[in-house]
């Protein structure tokens, strides 16, 4: 029972790893024993917030966009060549856009659900063998995709092609769970709430203090919240879940 939690030696890759949610579950994952790796579009910052996260364990950075197929598989041939195998694969990286429903642009629908959706679905594809090597019966290999709330309720702002998004990324999340079940894979979805990320830095400056309030449990999350959520996901624990779209989120969406 003592290690039912643990995930060290566990080998991650982690999308969008270099700030916000992604950077709270790779610190979580780095301080408990896992060789991470991450993966952003912007070079110079995800080597930093590796370097940083070396001082507490194992984290290397690779640059990569996901904005389109060639940019997943070009991502999932890394990994394959320098691990082969793998154990989680945290399907982070994400884009938003916000604007009046009068001039809500095609653009912002192509950028969106390129990275939020289709990345999710070519990058998990090409990996796919390595988390076949990774995984058992007893402990299956793991795909995490970060969703919303906003994808479970309609959203405060003029998000559409983000929420839309985020509620396929639930749904992909069953459909994938339930081809990938026979091959020791699980596929689970968290839906944070309001999180201190860039993402939400723009909302959170201008109405934190109010979200907070509505919050049943008061706060904003905090990283050890997502990296809570992100460490059970990976262990044993959680080791006959799959298909689940779990919110963390104070309580607003039970209570909305």
């Keep these: 029972m003592k290690n039912l939690f643990s995930i060290e030696g566990k080998t991650a890759l982690i999308t969008g790893g270099s700030s916000g949610i992604g950077a709270m ?9 896992a060789k991470v790796y991450i993966a952003s579009r912007k070079k110079d910052v995800c080597e930093q917030v590796a370097a940083e996260l070396s001082k507490h364990g194992h984290c290397a950075a690779i640059a990569a966009d996901l904005s389109s197929e060639s940019g997943c598989q070009a991502l999932g041939d890394e990994i394959l060549e320098r691990e082969g195998r793998l154990d989680v694969l945290v399907n982070n990286a994400g884009a938003n856009w916000g604007e009046d429903i009068s001039t809500f642009p095609d653009a912002a629908w192509d950028r969106v659900l390129n990275l939020n959706v289709k990345a999710i679905f070519h990058l998990t594809r090409h990996l796919i063998p390595a988390l076949v090597k990774a995984g058992s019966a007893e402990d299956p290999a793991r795909v995490i995709n970060i969703g919303s709330i906003d994808g479970l309720k ?21 459909v994938l769970a339930k081809k ?39 706060r904003i999350g905090q990283d050890e919240d997502m990296a809570g959520i992100a460490i059970f996901l990976a262990s044993r624990a959680s080791a006959y879940m799959t298909g689940t779209v779990i919110p963390v989120d104070g309580g607003i969406t039970a209570t909305t």
Excluded: C, W
């Excluded at 579950?25 to 024993?33: H, T, W």
């Excluded at 309609?154 to 069953?174: D, I, N, Q, W």
């Design 25 to 33: 579950i790779a610190k979580g994952y780095v301080e408990n024993g």
């Design 180 to 218: 990938l079940a026979p091959q020791h894979i699980t596929v689970n979805a968290v839906a944070p709430g309001p999180f201190q990320s860039k993402m939400m830095r723009a909302t959170l400056d201008q109405f934190g203090d109010a979200i907070a309030k509505t919050n049943p449990l008061g």
């Design 154 to 174: 309609a959203p405060s702002l003029e998000t559409y092609s983000y929420s839309a998004s985020k509620a396929a990324v639930h749904h992909m999340t069953r």
